[in-house]
């Protein structure tokens, strides 16, 4: 099935840096979602946008839905070594309770 | 917050037994409920969508007699993977949404490693 596009499929940042992850799509959807999911578990929402331009915070944790509506961009600033996971963005196109659609994920690694 | 309890977090079962994995929705009704199916290092790959009082919807290559999903109430769907082998082997995680899904995202259950001996 489609997935979106994240890469690279590995990051390695310092402590303290801040750090971007793009996530693209070749088709429109009307929500994107970023999760974090640690070993082992399940994913954890950090932020979910819904209106194309809509910026959003969540502490450390920015997050934008592009103007198109085929991407969205997650920001970490300043990051700590708990930060350490695998992100995934999804998308979710109309109507309730409709399945959403996974990026492959992008493993952040952050260095003391 | 909406939270997702998913039971048991580990199974060990010999090859062609079945194992029933249960997903409950602990302090929301849902109505639609998610199963996935995750391999080492790769993302969630949607298996069926699990409807209260209905069917559940199958991906395509998904196998509906492989993997049973009962969706009797509002709080609890599960999943059963019948005559289990080792290529099913993995981790499985459902998710579900509290009230309108679009506006709330979707809370994930702590997943379900099953290993098949």
């Known amino acids: 099935g489609q997935q979106l596009n994240q890469s690279p499929q590995s990051m390695f940042i310092q402590e303290g840096e801040d750090v971007s992850m793009n996530c693209t799509s070749s088709?429109?959807?009307?929500?994107w979602l970023w999760y974090k999911q640690d070993p082992g578990e399940g994913p954890v929402l950090l932020i979910a946008?819904?209106?194309?331009?809509e910026l959003t915070s969540n502490g450390r944790l920015t997050a934008q839905f592009g103007i198109t509506r085929k991407d969205s961009f997650l920001n970490i600033s300043a990051s700590i070594p708990s930060d350490v996971g695998i992100y995934f963005c999804?998308?979710?196109?109309?109507?309730?309770?409709?399945?959403?659609?996974f990026g492959k994920g992008i493993t952040l690694s952050v260095r003391p | 917050g909406a939270v997702v309890s998913q039971h048991p977090s580990r199974v060990i079962c010999k090859s062609g037994t079945s194992v029933k994995i249960e997903c409950r929705s602990l302090d929301f009704q849902a109505t639609t409920m998610f199963w996935y199916r995750q391999f080492p290092k790769q993302s969630l790959m949607l298996m069926a969508t699990?409807?209260?009082?209905?069917?559940?919807?199958?991906e395509q290559g998904v196998e509906k007699d492989k993997f049973l999903i009962n969706h009797a109430s509002l709080t609890l769907s599960t999943l059963t993977v019948t005559s289990a082998h080792p290529e099913d082997s993995s981790f499985y995680i459902c998710?579900?949404?509290?009230?309108?899904?679009?506006?709330?995202?979707?809370?994930f259950g702590s997943g379900t490693r099953l290993t098949v001996v």
């Open positions: 088709s429109i959807f009307n929500t």
């Open positions: 998710s579900a949404a509290p009230g309108q899904g679009v506006l709330y995202g979707y809370t």
């Open positions: 699990s409807n209260e009082g209905s069917k559940a919807t199958y």
């Open positions: 946008l819904y209106k194309a331009g």
């Open positions: 999804a998308g979710q196109r109309t109507g309730a309770n409709s399945k959403l659609t």
